[in-house]
């Protein structure tokens, strides 16, 4: 398990060209890692990212950083979802804008009580950049979605677990333990089916009901193949633990 965090506390984990690059990096990192079968995402301090770090004036303005390429060098959502393994995000804090589009990339999200999420952008004259007009209403639907973004509406933890933006909601001082043992409950199980389980859940939003059976059934014929489902079978009839390997 490898475990990333958000760690400019003195600004509220706010996200800059240089922490977008950094999380880039290692996801990328995390895929070559082949040891590496689950990664938990969190920030360090008392919020998980509020969101942009402030640019200087003469910076903002200019057309360098109004271009495709500024914005690209500040995107890092999409290298999160990339990753193959399950991505637990545990929120320590406010999920706001880039923060709240870092988040939602992953795949379980636990949140402390006191959390606030929004997507407040548009209240700035600016526009999301990484992914919130895409995944979130893939996530909570496109009626919530629209309110959030259109409106820049904040909500509180208990109002994200009822619309399906985290999953779960506990105190401040259970959140790495809910997450760990929710890792732990991932990691008992084989790696390459939890890997084929993301895969089929990811791609098959964007598939037809059929086309995602058909996905389905080929990672099911692919698993079959495997030492680990072998392992899995026999731990079965044996009645003892599984000792998965990865292949």
């Not at 999953?167 to 001082?173: A, F, I, K, T």
Request: proline share 5%.
């Amino acid at each position: 398990m490898a475990t990333v965090t958000l760690s400019r506390p003195e600004i509220s984990n706010r996200v800059g060209p240089e922490m977008a690059a950094e999380l880039r990096d290692v996801c990328q990192a995390v895929q070559e890692h082949e040891t590496i079968r689950l990664v938990v995402l969190t920030g360090a301090g008392n919020q998980f990212s509020v969101g942009r770090e402030p640019m200087p004036e003469n910076v903002a303005g200019s057309p360098d950083y109004q271009g495709s390429d500024r914005l690209r060098n500040l995107q890092a959502a999409s290298a999160i979802a990339a990753i193959q393994v399950p991505v637990i995000v545990a929120i320590n804090g406010d999920a706001m804008d880039h923060g709240l589009e870092l988040a939602i990339a992953g795949d379980i999200r636990v949140a402390v009580s006191h959390a606030k999420f929004g997507v407040t952008d548009l209240a700035g004259g600016v526009f999301p950049w990484d992914g919130a007009t895409q995944r979130l209403p893939r996530l909570i639907g496109p009626g919530w979605a629209r309110d959030m973004i259109l409106t820049s509406r904040i909500i509180d933890a208990e109002q994200a677990l009822a619309v399906g933006l985290v999953s779960r909601v506990v105190d401040s001082e259970r959140l790495m333990e809910e997450t760990l043992t929710l890792a732990e409950i991932i990691l008992a199980g084989g790696p390459i089916a939890a890997r084929y389980a993301k895969e089929a859940v990811s791609q098959g939003i964007d598939l037809t009901l059929d086309q995602g059976l058909r996905l389905e059934a080929d990672l099911n014929v692919l698993l079959q193949s495997t030492t680990d489902r072998a392992e899995g079978l026999g731990s079965f009839l044996e009645k003892r633990p599984p000792k998965y390997t990865g292949t």
